[in-house]
């Protein structure tokens, strides 16, 4: 009998996953993901070569000499200091160790890579892609 209810309990688990993922809807919540996460102070980082990004770096605005610098890095690996640019650069290395590298991803998202590190971040890209 027991065998009989756990068939059962798998045929209903089972007819509930028929359905194919909306991508709208997917779409929709990776947005709110992101939004709460940047609001939260994370972002996507790719830290010491890794292909893959997660969320688990952390960003701050600061005020600095040249204006804002933002503060991006996880505990544990270190951080980088980033001038907000003014020019249409997005950012600049306000180490000045090594320059950042920056690229458009997607609308408002920019990838910021410093040497091993790349970091994708808000911003005001005019809706380029």
Do not use: H
Not at 64 to 79: D, S, T
């Amino acid at each position: 009998m027991k065998r009989l209810g756990w068939a059962f309990a798998a045929l209903i688990a089972l007819a509930g996953c028929d359905r194919a993922p909306d991508n709208r809807e997917l779409a929709e919540a990776e947005a709110r993901g992101s939004k709460a996460a940047v609001e939260s102070g994370r972002i996507e980082c790719a830290l010491e070569g890794a292909k893959l990004f997660d969320r688990t770096c952390t960003v701050e605005e600061m005020s600095g000499e040249g204006g804002a610098i933002l503060v991006v890095g996880r505990g544990n690996v270190g951080y980088r200091r980033l001038q907000i640019t003014t020019d249409g650069r997005g950012v600049v290395s306000a180490d000045g160790a090594e320059p950042a590298k920056v690229t458009i991803v997607g609308d408002n998202v920019i990838e910021v890579a410093v040497g091993n590190d790349r970091y994708r971040l808000p911003a005001n890209t005019g809706g380029a892609k």
